[in-house]
Every structure is written in structure tokens, then in C-alpha cells.
């Protein structure tokens, strides 16, 4: 089978470094990719992971390591509104994609 | 505006009464998805659809139908709707390249 494990919660303070991890077990690899969902809102894309290695888009940075079947989403500088619940989705086909059970992330003042 | 609609966005039906989402994108895009999501299981991909007439499933696709006759349009629809379908229900779309999907609003199903 497939499976993408990620933890259920992380919390932080506003201004911290928070890493949000993800192991996955997938027949096929395609790249891990991640998402961010606010309560009531669609998922939005954050950063793609084709090969090893760190990819930065402003505060956020997505990191993969294919021999370990992991990777993480690194966000700094937290503000209030990265309050969400961030998915990993690994792509086990060509178009096929595998997410994670999501990550509810809770920034505090 | 580049987007992805859905229609409707709220739906509440019986068991066993034929409906369908709509799906349309503006972007050209040739990937489509339909997706739905429940708590603690995250998003589970239903069906998807490469090009025009080119369509395959997903991890979850029984109890539903889709079609895709023109680019734009990937409606998904749910021929005898029981209550274990009850979900969120997500539709997206991506260009070709790396899966940087583009999600629809959200169509909330209940059906009793």
C-alpha cells in the first residue's frame, strides 16, 4: 500500500522556526510536493521536491532526501496567518498523487 | 482570473438521487482531478483525466463516474449517492510539469 505519515499537530510562537516532517512508503515517486490548507479554504501550493536537496521560496524552504523516504517543510519567520494545516503529497504515477493525513499547524502570539 | 469553479458548493441530497459537480478551469490546463477529503484520511484522489476523453482512477473511485469532453469541463457525478459518501469534495487542475495543482473552492456533499 501507500502511506505518507506526518504529524497530526505542531505549535509554535510567532517569529519561531517550525519543521513539519514527512516519511513516506509509496510504489512509485514522482516528487513530494506541499500544500497548505486554511479551515474552510482549498489547498494551496507551497514547493515541489523532484530531486535531493533543499528548494526555498521565501519563508518557506522544502527539503527531500529520496534514500530515507523523507522530507520536510521548513517555515520561518511565523506569522499568525501560517496558522493551516499542511499537507505532503507524493506523486506515485504520472498523474497520480498520494497526500498526507495533513499537519495542523497553531502559531500563538 | 485564472481559476478553477465548482458548482454547487453546498449540496444536500438522498440516498440514491443521481447528481453532478461541476468542474471548470480557465488555464488551459490538460491534468485534471477530483479529490475528496475527510477528516484524518487528508485528500484522497477519486478519478483523474490526462487530456480529453482520457480518463483513469484514482485510490478511491467506486460510487463515482466522470467524463471529459471538453478541456475545460471535468464533471464528477455520483449515479446512486449513499450516505458513506458524504465528503468534502475537491477538484483540481495542473498544466504539465511538476504537480503544482490548482484546487477548486470546494463542493460540501451530504447525502442522508
Known amino acids: 500500500g501507500q502511506s505518507l505519515e506526518q504529524p497530526s499537530e505542531v505549535t509554535a510562537v510567532e517569529g519561531a522556526i517550525v519543521q513539519i516532517n514527512c516519511t513516506y512508503q509509496t510504489s512509485g515517486f514522482y516528487g513530494l510536493s506541499w500544500y497548505q490548507q486554511h479551515d474552510g479554504g482549498a489547498p494551496t501550493f507551497l514547493s515541489y521536491n523532484a530531486l535531493d536537496g533543499l528548494e526555498e521560496t521565501g519563508r518557506f524552504s522544502s527539503f527531500l532526501s529520496r534514500s530515507d523516504s523523507y522530507g520536510y517543510l521548513l517555515l520561518q519567520e511565523l506569522q499568525m496567518k501560517d496558522s493551516a494545516s499542511y499537507f505532503c503529497?507524493?506523486?506515485?504515477?504520472?498523474?497520480?498523487?498520494?497526500f498526507g493525513t495533513g499537519t495542523r499547524l497553531l502559531v500563538s502570539p | 482570473e485564472a481559476q478553477v469553479t465548482q458548482n454547487p458548493r453546498y449540496l444536500i441530497t438522498v440516498t440514491g438521487k443521481k447528481l453532478t459537480v461541476t468542474c471548470s478551469q480557465n488555464?488551459?490546463?490538460?491534468?485534471m482531478s477530483w479529490y475528496r477529503q475527510d477528516p484524518g484520511l487528508g485528500l484522497r484522489q477519486i478519478y483523474y483525466?490526462?487530456?480529453?476523453?482520457?480518463?483513469d482512477k484514482g485510490d478511491v473511485p467506486e460510487g463515482y463516474k466522470v467524463s471529459r469532453k471538453e478541456k475545460r469541463n471535468f464533471p464528477l457525478i455520483l449515479e446512486s449517492p449513499s450516505p458513506n459518501q458524504t465528503s468534502l469534495y475537491f477538484c483540481a487542475s495542473r498544466p504539465t510539469g511538476p504537480y503544482e495543482q490548482y484546487f477548486g473552492p470546494g463542493t460540501r456533499l451530504t447525502v442522508t
Open positions: 488555464m488551459n490546463h490538460e491534468y
Open positions: 483525466s490526462m487530456n480529453v476523453e482520457v480518463t
Open positions: 503529497a507524493v506523486g506515485t504515477g504520472f498523474q497520480k498523487l498520494v
